[in-house]
């Protein structure tokens, strides 16, 4: 594993390699800070996001939510000129393949948002005051929160280039 300054030191190296590559063969050498400007729009910044529309029953009849989305980023490296982009797996994951505790989370968020909070609410109470409450209201709309539910993910990843 890379530590911070590691990492930067990785970059820099990179950033400089692919300057040199792209400068014409009769250039004089260039600065560190030169070969970076040159090569900035080589490296990528990588999101990946995955959004849900959830409608959930909590007894009160059907509630439509949009939990916080899950979102990864990381960076990423254009390798050639068609635009073919390198990066890590972790990043581009979830919303590649959807893994299972991405759809829990997110459900377990949505029954939070239409369930638990408007219940505390309701016993005015406020997220964190009673947790023992709070896990109790949780578990016991859980079954029938996730029996009748719509789950609708929407996944997305994006790449933006550095500018000049």
């Known amino acids: 594993m890379i530590g911070c300054e590691g990492m930067k030191r990785l970059l820099a ?5 692919l300057a040199a590559l792209a400068a014409p063969a009769s250039s004089s050498a260039l600065s560190v800070q030169e070969a970076i400007l040159r090569a900035k729009p080589a490296v990528a910044l990588i999101t990946a996001r995955v959004d849900a529309e959830v409608t959930i029953n909590c007894g009160q009849g ?13 960076t990423g ?7 073919w982009v390198v990066t890590n797996a972790h990043v581009v994951d979830p919303a590649h393949r959807l893994p299972p505790w991405v759809t ?3 459900k ?6 239409a369930c638990v909070e408007p219940a505390l609410q309701a016993q005015k109470m406020a997220r964190g005051q009673r947790p ?20 609708t993910p929407q996944a997305q990843i ?6 000049r």
Do not use: C, N, S, Y
């Not at 059907?62 to 990381?74: I, L």
């Not at 490296?77 to 635009?83: E, I, K, L, S, Y």
């Not at 023992?132 to 996730?146: G, K, N, S, T, V």
């Open 132 to 151: 023992d409450i709070e896990e109790r209201l949780r578990r016991e709309m859980m079954d029938l929160a996730i029996a009748g539910m719509r789950f």
């Open 104 to 106: 829990h989370e997110l």
């Open 77 to 83: 490296w254009v390798v050639d000129g068609r635009g």
């Open 13 to 17: 190296g990179a950033a400089f390699t």
């Open 62 to 74: 059907p509630v439509t939510v949009k939990p916080r989305p899950f979102v990864e980023t990381g």
């Open 108 to 113: 377990k968020t949505a029954i939070d948002q």
């Open 158 to 163: 994006t790449v933006l280039l550095g500018g």
